[in-house]
């Protein structure tokens, strides 16, 4: 996200082509749970005939699921909601009656159940058939319609009774968008494979392979450990109007509210300060493979239609990846900007409105004072230089996936572990006068986990300011690494980025990385693995270092009458509209149930129901349209704004 400034200052940038691919279907979006619900997981796992096979590691299937079953559900927490359901345990001709549907949930859904959890891991033996489709529709049921929910599906191979497993993950998916099915495929051939990466695909989870006890434990205890700690959207519930008149008012505050097809969203803004930096920050979930670029659009503007700030989202690097973009008032030209009692805040969804529909997203809007006099404030910060970090030994930390639930970190080393496609947040608490270092390091790799890893990843650190700005420093000097990917291969990496000093008059910069710098809060380290699709569950040894050079209230301004910043964090008004309550997704259609074999198909369904054929013949025409892809001129989307008062 590049912001520049002044009112005659054009950007050409290069709009992506791909854009006509917008109008194929897609599957439906994450979800978050509502604050507080920890959520539901139930495992189901595959006790089939063919869990007698070798592990690869001089263990039986079955020993292996038994061994890597155990360690995890030792460290899931005991207020943790779980489940175990087995399928192919009972039933061991598929001519004898019930094959089809040989399915149990041999420990039902609770807390507290760890012992009954581990007496069923214990007593699972190889037997039966492989109905994982009927089996998925059933642990739906044991989840029940609302709330967080994930499956954790094991398998060794494919289905050998109707329905269709990725079928019924499509029809699963549609009970809402908080429901998601992982898959891990436990030493399975590529047509299984095919098949078990469709399901997840469709059930909008993840699929790992593995072919160890070391692999499977690895996939199973990461997987479990995100159903308890999904991204999760925070603020208080809003609805934002189809235009201005009737927008709902806001106060400084933080908010939630959902994108809902092409519809722009409307909010007024109420001033509560007489001259003061209204700023607003849009944050949400990139989808999966989505484009780095979403034409989604932040604006403010007054209420008379003056523009005075507005941004394109910036989604960062990584399977996971955020997507924030943020709008000021701030203006050293155009006074209504700083005199107007209210603002018009706009969230659009743009091109993408078919990727991002139904996706939530979070914001927040802050409001500082004017200040008395800027004369005696530091000038806005140059390029930093790298402060080298003495080593320390690292704490155990468990990080965040979300901004609800990062862990403030203080300067100092963490150690945890990081998975491909994972997207991991903290929390750095910096000051006027403050900058923040922050530096993976992973050790040199061996064994598994190198073959594992592949020739080379990529490792994507961000930094994120406290209304949801990209704040690292380009141009800093000497940092370990160069940009935010860095390039991690068996000899392991260290990688840093910095932000700038925080400076009030950093507001006054050319682009994010300075006016994203101008006061001082939270501030967010993100931190992600890349993955490919053929990824085994792995994970990799991480330690972030964390590092505040500068000295803290170096710079501090004084406001006018002695106001304080009033920010999204540190209150939320009820907003004066109460949105609509949230409809009930519609029952699935469950059919078709088990009861024979699976039919071959040529055409395996898509997550979205379109057949795999059609998908890669309309990319293949987008392909050729790229080719003659436009070039646009963007009018700049921040003019200049007005003079100290």
């Known amino acids: 996200m590049t912001r520049t400034k002044g009112p005659r200052r054009l950007a050409a940038l290069v709009l992506l082509a791909a854009v006509v691919l917008a109008w194929l279907p897609t599957g439906a979006a994450h979800a978050d749970p509502e604050p507080g619900d920890s959520g539901k997981l139930v495992l189901v796992l595959d006790s089939s005939g063919s869990m007698k096979e070798p592990a690869g590691d001089g263990k039986t299937k079955i020993v292996a699921a038994r061994t890597a079953l155990t360690q995890v559900v030792g460290k899931l927490p005991e207020t943790s909601q779980v489940g175990l359901r087995v399928y192919g345990a009972t039933v061991f001709k598929r001519s004898q009656p019930g094959a089809c549907t040989d399915t149990q949930l041999t420990v039902p859904i609770g807390t507290g159940n760890r012992p009954q959890l581990l007496t069923a891991i214990s007593a699972y033996k190889p037997f039966g058939e492989t109905p994982i489709g009927y089996a998925l529709q059933q642990a739906a049921k044991d989840l029940g319609p609302t709330g967080q929910r994930t499956i954790v599906l094991v398998s060794d191979g494919e289905a050998t009774c109707a329905p269709e497993p990725c079928v019924v993950a499509q029809e699963i998916a549609k009970q809402g968008i908080d429901l998601k099915i992982d898959v891990v495929g436990f030493r399975v051939g590529a047509k299984a494979r095919s098949q078990l990466q469709c399901v997840a695909r469709a059930g909008r989870g993840d699929y790992y392979d593995a072919d160890s006890t070391i692999d499977?434990?690895?996939?199973?205890?990461?997987?479990?450990?995100?159903?308890?700690?999904?991204?999760?959207?925070?603020?208080?519930?809003?609805?934002?109007?189809?235009?201005?008149?009737?927008?709902?008012?806001?106060?400084?505050?933080?908010?939630?509210?959902?994108?809902?097809?092409?519809?722009?969203?409307?909010?007024?803004?109420?001033?509560?300060?007489?001259?003061?930096?209204?700023?607003?920050?849009?944050?949400?979930?990139?989808?999966?493979?989505?484009?780095?670029?979403?034409?989604?659009?932040?604006?403010?503007?007054?209420?008379?239609?003056?523009?005075?700030?507005?941004?394109?989202?910036?989604?960062?690097?990584?399977?996971?990846?955020?997507?924030?973009?943020?709008?000021?008032?701030?203006?050293?030209?155009?006074?209504?900007?700083?005199?107007?009692?209210?603002?018009?805040?706009?969230?659009?969804?743009?091109?993408?409105?078919?990727?991002?529909?139904?996706?939530?997203?979070?914001?927040?809007?802050?409001?500082?004072?004017?200040?008395?006099?800027?004369?005696?404030?530091?000038?806005?910060?140059?390029?930093?230089?790298?402060?080298?970090?003495?080593?320390?030994?690292?704490?155990?930390?468990?990080?965040?996936?979300?901004?609800?639930?990062?862990?403030?970190?203080?300067?100092?080393?963490?150690?945890?572990?990081?998975?491909?496609?994972?997207?991991?947040?903290?929390?750095?608490?910096?000051?006027?006068?403050?900058?923040?270092?922050?530096?993976?390091?992973?050790?040199?790799?061996?064994?598994?986990?190198?073959?594992a890893l592949g020739m080379i990843r990529y490792v994507d650190t961000a930094l994120i300011s406290p209304i949801g700005e990209d704040v690292y420093a380009v141009f800093a000097k000497k940092t370990p690494g160069t940009g935010k990917r860095g390039v991690l291969t068996k000899q392991g990496i260290v990688h840093g980025i910095t932000t700038k000093e925080i400076r009030y008059l950093n507001r006054n910069g050319p682009n994010n990385q300075d006016q994203g710098t101008s006061t001082p809060g939270e501030y967010y380290v993100a931190?992600?693995?890349?993955?490919?699709?053929?990824?085994?569950?792995?994970?990799?040894?991480?330690?972030?270092?964390?590092?505040?050079?500068?000295?803290?209230?170096?710079?501090?301004?004084?406001?006018?009458?002695?106001?304080?910043?009033?920010?999204?964090?540190?209150?939320?008004?009820?907003?004066?509209?109460?949105?609509?309550?949230?409809?009930?997704?519609?029952?699935?259609?469950?059919?078709?149930?088990?009861?024979?074999?699976?039919?071959?198909?040529?055409?395996?369904?898509?997550?979205?129901?379109?057949?795999?054929?059609?998908?890669?013949?309309?990319?293949?025409?987008?392909?050729?349209?790229?080719?003659?892809?436009?070039?646009?001129?963007?009018?700049?989307?921040?003019?200049?704004?007005?003079?100290?008062?």
Not at 538 to 564: K, N, S
Not at 636 to 643: D, G, S, V, Y
Request: hydrophobic share 35%; glycine share 10%; charged share 20%.
């Open 216 to 451: 499977l434990e690895a996939g199973l205890d990461r997987l479990s450990t995100r159903a308890f700690r999904p991204f999760r959207i925070s603020g208080t519930p809003v609805q934002g109007a189809p235009q201005q008149e009737g927008a709902p008012v806001l106060a400084p505050g933080h908010y939630s509210d959902t994108f809902n097809g092409a519809a722009a969203k409307y909010y007024v803004v109420k001033r509560t300060i007489p001259g003061s930096t209204l700023r607003a920050g849009v944050s949400f979930r990139r989808p999966s493979g989505g484009s780095l670029v979403i034409q989604t659009e932040v604006k403010l503007n007054t209420t008379d239609g003056k523009n005075c700030g507005w941004s394109y989202p910036r989604a960062f690097e990584g399977h996971q990846g955020l997507a924030t973009g943020t709008a000021s008032s701030w203006s050293d030209w155009r006074k209504e900007c700083a005199e107007s009692d209210q603002m018009v805040l706009t969230v659009s969804p743009g091109k993408d409105y078919r990727e991002l529909a139904a996706v939530p997203y979070e914001l927040r809007i802050d409001e500082e004072p004017p200040v008395t006099s800027t004369t005696n404030l530091p000038a806005g910060a140059g390029d930093p230089v790298w402060v080298s970090m003495p080593g320390s030994t690292p704490r155990e930390i468990v990080p965040g996936s979300s901004f609800a639930d990062a862990p403030v970190l203080e300067p100092g080393s963490y150690k945890t572990t990081l998975m491909p496609g994972e997207m991991q947040l903290y929390k750095v608490k910096a000051d006027w006068g403050q900058r923040i270092q922050a530096q993976v390091t992973v050790p040199q790799l061996g064994g598994a986990t190198a073959e």
């Open 527 to 645: 931190v992600g693995l890349s993955r490919k699709d053929e990824d085994k569950a792995f994970t990799i040894p991480m330690t972030l270092t964390i590092g505040l050079q500068g000295t803290a209230g170096t710079g501090r301004p004084e406001y006018a009458d002695g106001a304080t910043p009033v920010t999204g964090d540190s209150v939320t008004p009820t907003p004066t509209s109460t949105p609509d309550s949230t409809a009930t997704a519609a029952p699935p259609n469950e059919k078709p149930e088990a009861g024979g074999p699976i039919k071959n198909t040529s055409d395996t369904p898509s997550a979205d129901g379109v057949p795999v054929t059609l998908i890669a013949a309309l990319a293949g025409g987008a392909l050729l349209l790229l080719l003659l892809g436009t070039w646009a001129t963007l009018r700049l989307r921040k003019p200049p704004a007005p003079p100290l008062r």
